[in-house]
């Protein structure tokens, strides 16, 4: 965990602890030493220092508070219980073009209860943050406690889905996921690789050995082609260098299928290690990387630092998103003078920014000037289509009593989304008017950009390739390519030895005399294919040893099927299952081991990312299964 996330963990587990409902004295004194413990999170502290001014005089006996929202305000001062202060920020929250409430929401899911509060607290907090999937997770477990498994199911998926909606959750998921694609694609060729040349090694040592002497021992060849494969390792290519190597000899004694499975694993190998990891670390990097971006992402989510205003107030002399999420944060504050102020400065230097527009007339309708708001509406909307945008309009045209006026914005806002419409007019305030939603499309872009600039270096091609090899994705690619080539154009040169598929003996055209086939050994072919030219006896006697070898084999065979993952595939004569098996299993691996994902959940998913990842591990391994009981039946047909 880096520093940037402890912090943001501990300021959520502050603002979640003080915001739960009916907090007990001790465990706002244990938030308070929390927030003190990191060093960032001052805002959480100051909750509990200040005064507030608006404060009826009624209450000056609780607590004094300084609130960090009008949002959170709310929460507190609604009288009546969880559900009541919950529609009242939902309708705040609302009015300030936020999309979710996540602190609070995140509050009610930490909240428990007896069962029936919890699954109320859980509906609550799914309607307060409809897309933070860690609510409707929470919300999928407590209907699934109460029994209603198909409304439980229905959220599960509803909470997969909000990843998508949530930029820390979607960062998250798809850094986590990145990472393990590129691990099983990087894993998964190099393995395959070695099974194929584990497997064609003896044959090669042989041929090896018989360029200088027949005589040579098998263990003396075997060295010599070992020593042979760890060249480029030795010249420091690294492990990568020994997989050419061994890449080199697969292709060389493989036959058809062999190949055209190399070049598939090579081609996943370089893809898996190139673009899906760099991706993979641009996405883990995104929020580190642009510190303005991020301290804007965090005011957006409500969890601001002081630090994070601090390099807001510094970056907003020159950055448009500073000065913006800065307006935005006057105005959800409550501060409506500055947000006016603010808003003014954005509106000249920004003049055609519909967001802008739209929330600064916002600001002058809270104000009276409805008239101006109306201008600002209406040059709002000659930029964009908003549902909001014309209901806000039709609000403003109504308190100026131009009832045509009105009911023509208010039917253009039905024609774009007569749902959001609706859920606008239900608050029922002839003072209620919504912001537009801060742009969060163009700060996720941003972050990437920054991100893909700053990118760190690839720990798997520094470990794997420390040398030329790594340097640049074309010399991996075309060194694969070359050798490919190479062992093509070898194929045809030399006599390679082969082994019989009857007695599993060696076929070398130099050593031995009479050579058929590469398939069937001489003693085998006299036995099988003329049975004449042999002693009856001799033959009963073989036949049964063959037939124990088989049995005794056959047996080895299917246990290292189940166990060795590519096993399976190998021994059927299938590099395609080979290979497959070995990916599946890998996919398996990777989801199921790290099902909470590579680095810390940021609060923000839940059970929700555990689920994906299980049920797509449990897909793989199931994969798994049945490419394994392919292999053992067709070998059993062979
Ligand atoms: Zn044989
Ligand atoms: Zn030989």
Redo the contacts with the bound molecule.
Sequence with gaps: MTTKHRTRFWLYMATAMILANALPASAIDEATALAASAPDAVAAATIMAGAEENLPHGESAQPVRRYRSEVERVWFETEGGTAARGARAKVVAMSMGMEDVDSAARALVAEGGTPDEALANAKLAARLAPNLPIARAGLARELWRQGSYGEAAEQAVAGVGAIFRNFEAAAWLFGSLLVMIAVVLTVAPLVFIVSVAVSVYARASHDLGDLFTKAMPSFSRAALLGALLLIPLALGEGIMGLMLALFGLAFLYGDARHRIALTLAVVLLVVGLYPVAYTASTVLIALDSDPVAAATLAVVQGVESERDIALLEEASETEFLAEHILAVRERRQGHVETAIERYAALVESHPRNAEVLTNYANLLFSNGDDKDAVEYYERSAALIDSPRLMFNLSQANARLFKIEEFEAALRSAQAIDADAVAELSRVGDAEFVADLAFPLTTLGTRLLTTARANRMSNVAIDGLMPGWLGARWMNLAGSFALIAIGAIMLRGRFDRASS?T??G?RICGRCDGTVWNSE??N??YHLFHRPETTDATLRVTRLSELQKRDSRLGHVMTIASLLVPGAAGLFARRPDLAFSGILFCGFAAVFLGWHDGIVPDPLAVGNAGALAFITAGSLSAIAYLVVVGRGLMIRRSL
């Design positions: 019989c009857r007695c003996k069937t050994c003693p085998c």
